[in-house]
């Protein structure tokens, strides 16, 4: 029997790792493993427009930009993964997503990715790519790419859809 010790979360804070997240959490607390959250900041060029999801704009983020974001991923935990009986550990990394990613796992021994994905048409993958496509191709561990499920009318994912919408690659 496989033995799952570790799972990893990326969150980019969207309704994509919501959905993940109820997939990661059930794995870990099913293997009592500790779940791993990781949120990366993609440096931009300092004169790129724009800020990222938690309102900072980035180049190379200072401290206060960084320990607002390790405080934005906490908070993704405590809002979507409340009431974890099972260890969770928070990182916020900086560089290429999928990279970072892949390296993170490597060096925390993880044994499965839950990541969240658009499911787009392959086409579509091939011409546009995607940061869950990249982590399954550079990951040192299985990935399991969570599409956007079909939600019952209470807001929890549908059980019987679990086989049909979560695939385990690699």
Do not use: W
Not at 63 to 82: G, I, M
Not at 113 to 140: D, M, Y
């Amino acid at each position: 029997m496989m033995r799952i010790r570790h799972v990893l979360l990326p969150t980019d804070y969207s309704n994509l790792a919501r959905n993940a997240a109820v997939y990661a959490r059930s794995l870990a607390e099913l293997y009592r493993a500790t779940l791993h959250v990781v949120h990366v900041l993609e440096r931009v060029p300092a004169a790129a427009p724009g800020p990222d999801v938690t309102g900072l704009a980035l180049g190379v983020p200072g401290p206060e930009a960084l320990a607002a974001v390790q405080e934005a991923t906490s908070r993704f935990v405590e809002d979507h993964l409340p009431d974890l009986a099972i260890p969770v550990v928070t990182r916020v990394l900086e560089g290429s997503p999928d990279i970072q990613i892949a390296r993170y796992a490597a060096g925390a021994s993880i044994d499965l990715i839950v990541i969240g994905t658009h499911a787009r048409g392959v086409v579509k993958r091939i011409f546009l790519g995607s940061t869950s496509k990249s982590v399954l191709e550079h990951a040192p561990c299985p990935v399991m790419m969570v599409p956007l499920a079909l939600v019952e009318s209470e807001g929890t994912p549908d059980r019987a859809a679990d086989a049909r919408h979560a695939e385990v690659l690699r």
